[in-house]
C-alpha cells in the first residue's frame, strides 16, 4: 500500500521540481532582455511641403514586456498583446526648416516621461509589426543639435 502513495509524492515532486526550473528559466530569460523604459533615440520628422526633414534626440519608450500566446485560439476569444508604450508624456513641438509660405512648418511629439507594458495606443506609438527605422528620411535631411 505504501508504494503507490510514495510513486504520487515523487511524480508530485517531480512536477513541482520542473514547474520551477521552467520558472526561473522564464525569470532568466527576462533579465537578459532590456526592461521597458524611457531611452534616449535619433528620430526624423518631416511634414508634406516641407523639402526638409528634421533630425533630432528625443525620448521614447522602448524595451521588453511580458506577452502570452494562448495555447488553444477561439474566434471567441480576444488576447491583448502589451507592447512597451509612453505612459507619462510632455509634448514639445519643433519648426521645420525652409518651409514655404502657406505651410505651417510646426510639428508637435510626444516625449516619453514614463513607460509601461499596455496596450498600444496608435496616439503616441507605432503600432506596426514592421516599421522603418526612427530616424528615416523621405526629404534631405537637416540635424537639429539642441535636445
Known amino acids: 500500500m505504501g508504494t503507490p502513495v510514495k510513486m504520487v509524492v515523487v511524480r508530485n515532486n517531480i512536477l513541482l521540481l520542473l514547474f520551477c526550473l521552467v520558472a526561473l528559466l522564464v525569470m532568466a530569460q527576462s533579465s537578459f532582455l532590456p526592461p521597458c523604459e524611457p531611452?534616449?533615440?535619433?528620430?526624423?520628422?518631416?511634414?508634406?511641403?516641407?523639402?526638409?526633414?528634421?533630425?533630432?534626440?528625443?525620448?521614447?519608450?522602448?524595451?521588453?514586456?511580458?506577452?502570452?500566446?494562448?495555447?488553444?485560439?477561439?474566434?471567441?476569444?480576444?488576447?491583448?498583446?502589451?507592447?512597451?508604450?509612453?505612459?507619462?508624456?510632455?509634448?514639445?513641438?519643433?519648426?521645420?526648416?525652409d518651409c514655404p509660405p502657406g505651410v505651417d512648418p510646426h510639428i508637435t511629439y510626444p516625449v516619453a516621461l514614463s513607460c509601461d507594458c499596455s496596450l498600444c495606443t496608435m496616439d503616441t506609438?507605432?503600432?506596426?509589426?514592421?516599421?522603418?527605422?526612427?530616424?528615416?528620411?523621405?526629404?534631405?535631411?537637416?540635424?537639429f543639435s539642441a535636445y
Request: with cysteine; aromatic share 8%; net charge negative.
Open 125 to 143: 506609438s507605432d503600432c506596426t509589426i514592421e516599421s522603418l527605422q526612427p530616424d528615416f528620411c523621405m526629404t534631405q535631411r537637416e540635424d
Open 39 to 97: 531611452v534616449n533615440e535619433t528620430v526624423a520628422v518631416e511634414k508634406e511641403g516641407c523639402p526638409k526633414c528634421l533630425v533630432f534626440q528625443t525620448t521614447i519608450c522602448s524595451g521588453h514586456c511580458i506577452t502570452k500566446e494562448p495555447v488553444y485560439k477561439s474566434p471567441f476569444s480576444s488576447v491583448y498583446q502589451h507592447v512597451c508604450t509612453y505612459r507619462d508624456v510632455r509634448y514639445e513641438t519643433v519648426r521645420l526648416p
